[in-house]
């Protein structure tokens, strides 16, 4: 079975400044993960994947994820916020060969700060 | 623009109808999946469609269904609706249908239940 877990329902940065968003997750294989961004009213967003290549993946618009195999973790990273950034994001976790079905994380809120 | 097309996108109905959600996937994928998004239960897996098959089933209910047709659109079809099916409704895409494909999200149906 897999499962996931984000540790932080809502986190609150300041522009400029680094943005962590906190990702476990449980799985009896190596995993598909994956962060997506949901922002109001539009649906979800690929950031970046990891797909048992190298174990930090770099995404779109500046984020990065480290696979951590020995924390069964995959934080999502930014070194600088930007206002743009605010949204809803989700750790996702699949298997990487059988069927596409994704088990999703509750989400994070992300708020940017002036 | 993810290519995955939605329609409706909003959708007002009363309780014991049944309403027809249809999706239209990213040119050249295959499969298409069926999400729920709604604040009690987050973000779950409905069902998944394989060139015209059935792939996989998450927690879809009985009262739901789903196709996918020959020109790979798909529609998800809700009966017998209750106040606790308001939720929005997102369709995904792949080319194939292994887990370490990124899906590809429509902007969702949103469907009200009065």
């Known amino acids: 079975a897999q499962s996931v877990t984000q540790l932080d329902s809502h986190v609150s940065v300041s522009e400029g400044t680094p943005v962590l968003l906190r990702c476990n997750y449980s799985?009896?294989?190596?995993?598909?993960l994956f962060w997506y961004v949901q922002h109001p009213n539009k649906g979800l967003q690929l950031l970046l994947k990891y797909t048992s290549a190298a174990t930090l993946v770099k995404g779109i618009n500046g984020f990065e994820a480290e696979f951590k195999k020995s924390e069964t973790s995959f934080h999502l990273t930014k070194p600088s916020a930007h206002m743009s950034d605010a949204a809803e994001y989700f750790c996702?976790?699949?298997?990487?060969?059988?069927?596409?079905?994704?088990?999703f994380g509750q989400g994070t809120t992300l708020q940017v700060k002036p | 623009d993810s290519g995955v097309t939605q329609t409706p996108k909003h959708l007002i109905t009363a309780t014991g109808q049944r309403v027809t959600l249809r999706c239209s996937p990213r040119?050249?994928?295959?499969?298409v999946y069926w999400y729920q998004q709604s604040l009690d239960q987050g973000l779950q897996f409905l069902i998944q469609y394989y060139n015209g098959e059935e792939r996989a089933k998450g927690n879809i209910l009985e009262r739901f269904s789903a196709q996918q047709f020959p020109d790979l659109h798909s529609e998800l079809n809700l009966s017998s609706l209750e106040l606790g099916d308001s939720a929005l409704y997102f369709c995904?895409?792949?080319?194939?249908?292994?887990?370490?494909?990124?899906?590809?999200f429509g902007d969702g149906t949103r469907l009200s239940i009065l």
């Open positions: 996702v976790v699949a298997h990487p060969a059988n069927t596409g079905k994704l088990i």
């Open positions: 040119s050249g994928d295959l499969s």
């Open positions: 995904a895409s792949s080319p194939l249908e292994r887990g370490d494909q990124p899906q590809h």
């Open positions: 799985s009896s294989y190596s995993p598909s």
